[in-house]
């Protein structure tokens, strides 16, 4: 039984969703995505929606009904908006899902983070895994993930608009690299020069535990990997461990394991910091439809849309913002996100963009 604070906010999410903006939302999407012409870059502005339930990161991450709310209030927002957002949740315990499968203990703060993993430190345990094969999915906070997939598709089943056009989106299992780096600890990079066999074999255990609940996870959503709203397929490998390795240990240790994770579903990739070592090498990979260079600041926007263009992939959710002169080089391909303190400035900033 909802509480009665959901069942309200479910109720009035329902009617605020308008099939025919989202539809037009999601065409967009597709047409950037295959750098068609578009009438203006996707454009995605984040704000506090006013009169919406804020549970603390405790309460969420201890509760699958506040969190649910939790993960509805931007989807609550951009119906206020209109903006180019397409609704999406996800049970969201944070970066260490995988890594607590793994058996890695995970660290709850008191300032409204999510939660993270420590490090095993132990590389006698990661033989150790390599021998016994892919962990029990359900175990650390595999099984916390799958039955909070499973809740959630149940809720949403007697609304059919939140049905059809609130995705479930995969829960945040990182990039083999990523997910690797936090189970072992820092003691990865110099394997891959000391122990540089046992660093794949691990590696690729991960990349078959990563495909392995990413499959657990669709089994329960019944989400095709292939047929997302967004066009950018279901799974986002994060390359952020990625940043800290050059170019030919790129090539060595992370773009074969994320290589393996696109030929299997395809989908975009992810990175934060600064990757100039490899990104031009990340963007010939087969099967990928987007990338997000969290922090384009390390980046000349124009000259990497060009590469991206030629390679056929869609820059997404870029974060610094464009001149007059970039957004007039860059017309399609390429989607962008900023922040606002309140509805009415995100209005103007998306008002703004949609006219320039």
Not at 41 to 46: D, E, G, R
Not at 95 to 121: K, N, Q, Y
Not at 290 to 314: L, S
């Amino acid at each position: 039984m909802l509480q009665s604070e959901t069942q309200r906010c479910l109720d009035r999410l329902e009617t605020l969703i308008d099939p025919v903006h989202l539809d037009r939302v999601r065409a967009l999407w597709r047409d950037c995505q295959s750098y068609q012409p578009i009438s203006h870059l996707p454009f995605i502005v984040f704000y506090d929606a006013p009169d919406w339930p804020q549970y603390s990161m405790d309460e969420i991450q201890a509760d699958m009904e506040k969190m649910l709310v939790s993960e509805l209030a931007p989807v609550y927002a951009s119906c206020l908006l209109k903006d180019d957002r397409l609704p999406m949740i996800r049970a969201n315990y944070g970066t260490g899902i995988l890594p607590s499968i793994f058996g890695c203990e995970i660290r709850h703060f008191d300032h409204g983070v999510l939660p993270a993993a420590l490090p095993l430190h132990d590389t006698e345990r990661i033989r150790a895994h390599v021998s016994n094969g892919v962990p029990n999915l359900r175990s650390g906070l595999g099984g916390r993930v799958l039955d909070t997939v499973a809740f959630f598709r149940d809720v949403l089943q007697p609304y059919p608009n939140l049905r059809k056009w609130v995705s479930i989106d995969l829960a945040d299992t990182q990039g083999p690299l990523d997910a690797g780096e936090v189970i072992w600890g820092s003691e990865i990079f110099l394997a891959m020069i000391e122990e540089p066999n046992l660093v794949h074999a691990f590696l690729g255990l991960v990349t078959e535990t990563i495909s392995a609940f990413s499959r657990a996870h669709q089994a329960i959503d019944g989400i095709p990997f292939h047929a997302t709203p967004n066009a950018l397929g279901r799974v986002c490998v994060r390359e952020d461990a990625g940043v800290m390795v050059s170019g030919k240990m790129y090539d060595t240790f992370c773009k074969p394991y994320t290589q393996r994770l696109l030929d299997e579903f395809s989908g975009s990739v992810h990175w934060c910091g600064d990757g100039k070592a490899w990104w031009r090498s990340l963007v010939q990979m087969r099967n990928l439809t987007a990338v997000n260079p969290y922090q384009g600041v390390f980046y000349d926007p124009v000259t990497m849309h060009a590469v991206c263009r030629a390679a056929g992939v869609m820059i997404w959710q870029w974060t610094t913002g464009l001149t007059e002169t970039q957004r007039e080089q860059i017309r399609t391909g390429f989607t962008m996100i900023d922040w606002a303190s309140d509805l009415d400035t995100a209005k103007r900033k998306f008002n703004t963009w949609c006219e320039t």
